[in-house]
């Protein structure tokens, strides 16, 4: 898909819109701290591996704690700014009123289907949890015992922020198709390659002058 905008204004939706996504800044960031202690990770199991012969002890383990932080810290974060892959051949050609309330329909499909995923991840990490095993887990990685519930409980909590930067877009939408906007606030807005790269180009230009 091409690239979105996300307009702001003083509104209380805008407000609660830029709340959100300072968070979802700082969850994104963390999770790229992660992706960056994984490739540490690989290189010094690597080099252990050729250079003394002995990898990284439980290598697999932290690697399979890592990878739910890497894949799922950022789903909110790309789903404010219109990131995420998507079919457009259809809603692209939409405009106005038609193209709104296709994207508040499309938004409340997602919440829907975000809810169901919150249910359903929240279950798998009560079967984990127990307050009276060591560590609060029932289930552990095989060669270290690391306990599996903290990555598990991530699931539920990043699905939580998702499921509200739905809400906050299907509330925008819904707004945009009863009053007629043009421009509404607290939604990505699909610009043309033309769009994105003049938007592009004036970023440079603002860096420069400051």
């Known amino acids: 898909m091409a690239g979105a905008a996300v307009l702001e204004d003083g509104s209380m939706l805008s407000r609660l819109d830029r ?3 300072s968070l979802e800044q700082k969850v994104a960031i963390f999770s790229g701290i992660m992706t960056l202690m994984l490739m540490v990770l690989a290189v010094v199991s690597v080099t252990g591996r050729l250079v003394f012969n002995q990898p990284l002890p439980g290598y ?12 799922f810290l950022g789903l909110s974060y790309t789903q404010r700014d ?3 892959i998507r079919m457009d051949i259809v809603v692209g050609q939409l405009r106005g009123r038609a193209l709104w309330f296709a994207e508040f329909l499309t938004s ?5 289907i975000i809810i169901v995923l919150i ?5 798998h990490f009560g079967r984990s949890f127990d307050w009276a095993a060591p560590l609060f887990s029932r289930d552990s990685t095989i060669d270290l015992n690391l306990p599996i519930w903290p990555t598990k409980i991530l699931v539920p909590l990043m699905f939580s922020i998702l499921a509200l930067r739905s809400i906050i877009q299907i509330v925008g939408y819904g707004r945009a198709f009863f009053l007629g906007l043009d421009s509404p606030v607290a939604v990505p807005l699909i610009q043309s390659v033309a769009e994105q790269a003049a938007a592009e180009a004036a970023l440079v230009v603002e ?3 400051n």
């Open 119 to 123: 249910v359903g991840a929240w279950s």
């Open 207 to 209: 860096e420069k002058g």
């Open 60 to 71: 697999v383990d932290w690697i399979s704690q890592a990878l739910p932080f890497i894949a």
């Open 108 to 112: 409340l499909v997602t919440l829907f």
């Open 82 to 84: 219109g990131g995420h």
């Open 19 to 21: 709340t959100l996504y």
